[in-house]
């Protein structure tokens, strides 16, 4: 079993790559294209934290893997996630162990539970800032998990200086990723206080590092502009109200309500009827994950993307949680396990296939576009017009839900794109009429 599950797991890795590869720019990557150095990368994000938001590493990994290349980024970007996926498997079983089952089952969670995987996952934007910052932030926590289940861990000096610029770094990502990890940490230390439980250097210099990093986050002379879009919504009272109930349905319809409520009833489940002693450390999560949902409340908007940190802590807190349980599977289940799994992995590979077909539908349209841009540029004609929006159904490619060109020429994202292509102008066209063998 182990040894199909990693070769399986190895199978996951490659089609991630070969995802990336089959995705082109979209929307915002096109305004990032500007950088032609890491210097400028660093100076750009650090306009964009003046202009718009406190996103520093994000905005600089975006502007960085633009000037650096697509095919450069594709690479990365698959190692990141391989990452990613094995640090939220240490924060379920608490230990430096890779176990492909476990991988395999991340990555199915992912597939079905992240509302939009393709943003998330797939767009060089998106992911820099989702993604990329998250890995960061499971980083930091690791040796807070550590020493929550070993109180005589430590970090040597060096390391818990250096732990200081980690915390900086996970404490600017983005604005309900950090508001979830700081009230983890808050419940961290408060848990510490009450128990009377010594404290390490690095848990001190860890703390004031996020703390750092998350006032350069919130007090960024951006978020002002962000703010101001907040006038739209009406009167104060109304608002507040209006975006307590669109959180509460976005967290429900993205089933992180749903995560959640299976952790409350499995704990109530481990601790009054199995008499087993919770790991609070769950709980945490747990925490981590409702903050993160609610403090959208916050944010003008709340697309589904910025509900990745909420699947992340809500399915760790989840699977951390079976573990405590020890459930013991029927044997009729272990006899039949390679069956079972076969099966399941014949119904996920319908869902990827379906998805892989939209991606691969975009991917053509887009050269298309792209080589017939080219065609014009060549015969003299730099006012574009093009067909759009290309088609998107699957919240898998990263183009679900975002903009592509409009009517206006003088709209966003209309104009970056030109710039970006080296045109006066381009619009889209009044002719829709698509091949749709990808699409339908």
């Not at 938001?53 to 290349?69: E, I, S």
């Not at 230990?95 to 943003?119: C, D, H, R, T």
């Not at 861990?153 to 990502?173: D, T, V």
């Not at 009054?272 to 981590?288: G, R």
Request: charged share 15%; hydrophobic share 50%; net charge positive.
């Amino acid at each position: 079993m182990k040894k199909i599950a990693g070769i399986l797991s190895l199978a996951v890795v490659i089609a991630f790559f070969i995802l990336n590869v089959l995705t082109p720019l979209i929307a915002d990557d096109y305004g990032y294209s500007l950088a032609n150095s890491a210097f400028d990368a660093v100076k750009l994000a650090h306009d964009r934290y003046l202009d718009w938001d406190g996103r520093l590493f994000g905005h600089f990994w975006t502007y960085f893997w633009l000037f650096t290349g697509k095919s450069i980024f594709n690479i990365a970007n698959t190692i990141m996630y391989c990452l990613f996926v094995f640090l939220v498997q240490f924060h379920i079983i608490g230990k430096m162990k890779y176990s492909p089952v476990l991988f395999l089952a991340i990555n199915i969670f992912l597939w079905f539970f992240m509302p939009a995987w393709g943003q998330n996952f797939l767009w060089l934007s998106g992911s820099s800032v989702y993604l990329w910052t998250t890995v960061f932030i499971l980083l930091f926590l690791i040796p807070f998990r550590k020493k929550y289940d070993d109180n005589n861990y430590n970090l040597n000096i060096l390391l818990s200086i250096l732990f200081l610029f980690l915390g900086i770094i996970a404490g600017c990502s983005s604005e309900n990723a950090a508001a979830a990890t700081l009230l983890l940490l808050i419940a961290y230390f408060a848990e510490k206080i009450v128990n009377k439980k010594n404290f390490s250097l690095f848990e001190f210099f860890g703390m004031a590092g996020f703390l750092i990093g998350f006032l350069l986050l919130i007090l960024a002379p951006g978020n002002e502009v962000r703010q101001g879009l907040l006038q739209h919504y009406g009167s104060e009272q109304f608002m507040i109200l209006k975006r307590i109930v669109g959180v509460t349905l976005v967290f429900g319809k993205d089933l992180g309500f749903a995560l959640i409520a299976a952790c409350a009833i499995l704990a109530f489940d481990l601790i009054y009827n199995k008499k087993h002693k919770l790991n609070m450390f769950s709980a945490f999560y747990v925490l981590a994950a409702v903050t993160g949902a609610y403090s959208m409340l916050l944010s003008p908007s709340f697309p589904p993307r910025s509900f990745f940190i909420v699947i992340v802590f809500a399915g760790i807190a989840l699977g951390n949680i079976l573990l405590q349980m020890e459930i013991k599977l029927p044997e009729i289940i272990k006899r039949n396990s390679i069956a079972i799994a076969v099966c399941c992995l014949i119904g996920f590979s319908f869902s990827f296939l379906n998805s892989s077909r939209n991606i691969i539908g975009v991917y053509m349209e887009w050269n298309k576009r792209a080589k017939y841009i080219e065609e014009e540029k060549a015969k003299g004609n730099f006012d574009i017009e093009v067909r759009s929006p290309i088609p998107v159904w699957d919240k898998h490619v990263a183009q679900y839900n975002l903009q592509d060109i409009k009517h206006n020429k003088d709209e966003w994202p209309n104009i970056s794109i030109a710039e970006y292509f080296g045109l006066s102008s381009i619009k889209k066209s009044d002719s829709d009429n698509w091949e749709v063998m990808w699409f339908k």
